[in-house]
C-alpha cells in the first residue's frame, strides 16, 4: 500500500475505499454472517394495525420508485438526446396550461388515493374500545413500569445487559441493550388497551412488530392498542430522546397464549402479595418483617445499585463530575456553583457529615423521597422497603464508605 502510495498519491486511499465498498455490498446482499444481514423493510408485523402499515409502506415505496423512474427517466433522455453538440438550442416556451394542470392534478390524485388507507388506519388506531385487556405503561428515566390495574399487577422492567458488555470487558451478546429483567407479558389473540404516560420527562413507546410508537408524556394519557397474533418475543425501544440513559431503556413483550398468561397473572399475584406495601420487590417473594442479615443485604443491594441507582452514580458509586455525585465520602467533586452549595448543605465534602456516612434516617428520606428540583428521582413508589433497606446498606459499607451499619426493612416501614 504504501508503494502505490509513492508512485500516485490517489491510489492508496481509492484501494482502501474500493475494498471498503465491495465489502458494504457483500454485507447488503447477505454474503456477510447472519447477524450481520440488512432487513429491507420493516420489521415483520404481527398485529393487524402493523399488517395495515407494512401495506402502506409497501404502497407508498412503490409510487416513489414509480415517480423517481419516471422523472428520472425524463430528465437523462432530455439531458442527452438533445444536447448542444447536435445542435439543439434551448426552448423558447415558458407556459403550458395543459401541463400546469397535469401536474397538480396527478400529484393530487395520488395523495387522495394514499391518504384514504392511511387516514383509515389512523382511526383504527384510535379506537382503544372493546379490549379485554388494559396495561398501563410510565416511563421513568430510564426504564419501563407496567401495571395491569384490572388484576392488581405492577411491576418496573430494567434493561439486563450485563455492565462489562457495556463497557466493552465482554463480548457483547445477540441482545444487547435490547433485554430486560422483567418483560412485559400479554396474551395472544386478545384486544389489549395501552395506557401510555411518563412520570418525569417525555418518552416514547415503541415496538415496531406492533406498529405501536406511542408518546409517553408527563401528565397526559396517551391510548393506544394492539392484538398480538403469534406467540413469541418482540423487542421495542424508547423513542424519544430522554437524556443519559435513552438507549437503555429497551422494551421486551413476551407473547404467550392465553391459559400462559392466567398462570403467569397467578403466579404475579402471589409475588404481590408476598412483597411489601404492593410494590413488587425485586427480591421477589421476601417478605419485609424479616430480619436480613448483611450479607443477604450487600448482595441484594449491589443488584438493587446497579439497577435503579448506576445509571447516574455509575457502578463504582463515583458519579460523573458535574451532574451524578460520587457516593462516596470524602470525594472531590466539580459541578456548578449552586449544585455544590446544595450538596455542602448535606455535608458533602466532610467524610463524616456526608450523606452516606450521616445519619442513617437522612440517608433513607433522600432515597424514599428523592432531592426535589434535581434528577435524584424519589424510590418509595418503585422500590420496596427490603430494596431500600438493603441498597442504602450496600452504599453505606461500599466504593470506600465503612459505617458498618446494617438497615432493616422495618426502619424504611417507620419512616414511610
Ligand atoms: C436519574 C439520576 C439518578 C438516579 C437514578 C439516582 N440518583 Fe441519587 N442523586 C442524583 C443527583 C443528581 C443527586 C444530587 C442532587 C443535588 O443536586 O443535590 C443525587 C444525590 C443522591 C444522594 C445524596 C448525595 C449527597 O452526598 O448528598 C444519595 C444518597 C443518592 N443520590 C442515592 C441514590 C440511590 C440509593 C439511588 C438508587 C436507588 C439513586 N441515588 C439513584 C441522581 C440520581
Ligand atoms: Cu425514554
Redesign the pocket.
Known amino acids: 500500500m504504501s508503494l502505490s502510495f509513492k508512485n500516485n498519491r490517489l491510489s492508496g486511499p481509492l484501494i482502501l475505499s474500493v475494498t471498503r465498498f465491495a465489502a458494504a455490498v457483500a454485507m447488503l446482499f447477505g454474503a456477510g454472517s447472519a447477524s450481520a444481514r440488512i432487513r429491507w423493510n420493516f420489521q415483520t408485523p404481527v398485529t393487524p394495525i402493523a399488517h395495515q402499515i407494512y401495506h402502506l409502506q409497501n404502497i407508498m415505496f412503490g409510487v416513489c420508485v414509480v415517480i423517481f423512474v419516471i422523472v428520472f427517466g425524463v430528465m437523462f433522455y432530455s439531458i442527452f438526446a438533445h444536447r448542444k453538440s447536435k445542435g439543439h438550442k434551448p426552448a423558447t416556451f415558458h407556459q403550458s396550461t395543459t401541463i400546469e394542470v397535469l401536474w397538480t392534478i396527478v400529484p393530487f390524485l395520488i395523495l387522495v388515493a394514499v391518504a384514504v388507507p392511511a387516514t383509515a388506519t389512523l382511526v383504527r388506531m384510535e379506537n382503544t374500545s372493546d379490549s379485554a385487556l388494559t396495561v398501563r405503561i410510565t ?1 421513568y428515566q ?1 426504564k419501563w413500569q407496567y401495571s395491569y390495574p384490572g388484576q392488581g399487577i405492577s411491576f418496573f422492567s430494567d434493561l439486563s445487559t450485563p455492565v462489562a458488555q457495556i463497557e466493552n470487558q465482554e463480548p457483547k451478546n445477540k441482545h444487547y441493550l435490547l433485554q430486560v429483567d422483567h418483560p412485559l407479558v400479554l396474551p395472544v389473540g386478545e384486544k389489549i388497551r395501552f395506557q401510555i404516560t411518563a412520570a418525569d420527562v417525555i ?1 416514547s413507546w415503541w415496538v415496531p412488530s406492533f406498529g405501536v410508537k406511542t408518546d409517553a408524556i408527563p401528565g397526559f394519557i396517551n391510548q393506544s392498542w394492539t392484538k398480538i397474533e403469534v406467540p413469541g418475543t418482540y423487542r421495542g425501544q ?1 423513542t ?1 430522546l ?1 437524556g443519559m440513559g ?1 438507549a437503555f ?1 429497551p422494551i421486551v413483550v413476551k407473547a404467550v397464549s392465553q391459559k400462559d398468561f392466567q398462570k403467569w397473572v397467578t403466579a404475579q399475584k402471589a409475588l404481590m402479595v408476598a412483597s411489601a406495601g404492593g410494590v413488587a420487590t425485586t427480591a421477589g417473594s421476601v417478605a419485609t418483617a424479616a430480619t436480613w442479615t448483611k450479607a443477604q443485604l450487600l448482595s441484594h443491594g449491589k443488584t438493587v445499585f446497579v439497577n435503579n441507582c448506576a445509571v447516574c452514580h455509575q457502578v463504582t458509586g463515583l458519579g460523573i463530575p458535574g451532574t451524578f455525585p460520587p457516593l462516596s465520602a470524602g470525594r472531590t467533586f466539580s459541578a456548578a456553583p449552586a449544585m455544590l452549595q446544595q450538596l455542602r448543605t448535606r455535608g458533602f465534602l466532610t467524610s463524616s457529615g456526608h450523606v452516606v456516612m450521616g445519619p442513617v434516617k437522612n440517608h433513607l428520606r433522600i432515597v424514599l423521597g428523592g432531592i426535589p428540583g434535581t434528577p435524584m428521582p424519589s424510590f418509595s413508589g418503585q422500590l420496596s422497603n427490603a430494596d431500600i433497606a438493603s441498597v442504602v446498606t450496600y452504599e453505606r459499607n461500599s466504593f470506600g464508605n465503612h459505617t458498618g451499619d446494617i438497615i432493616q426493612p422495618s426502619e424504611v416501614a417507620a419512616l414511610r
Request: glycine share 12%; hydrophobic share 25%; charged share 10%.
Open positions: 416511563g430510564w418518552h424508547c424519544e430522554c435513552h431503556m
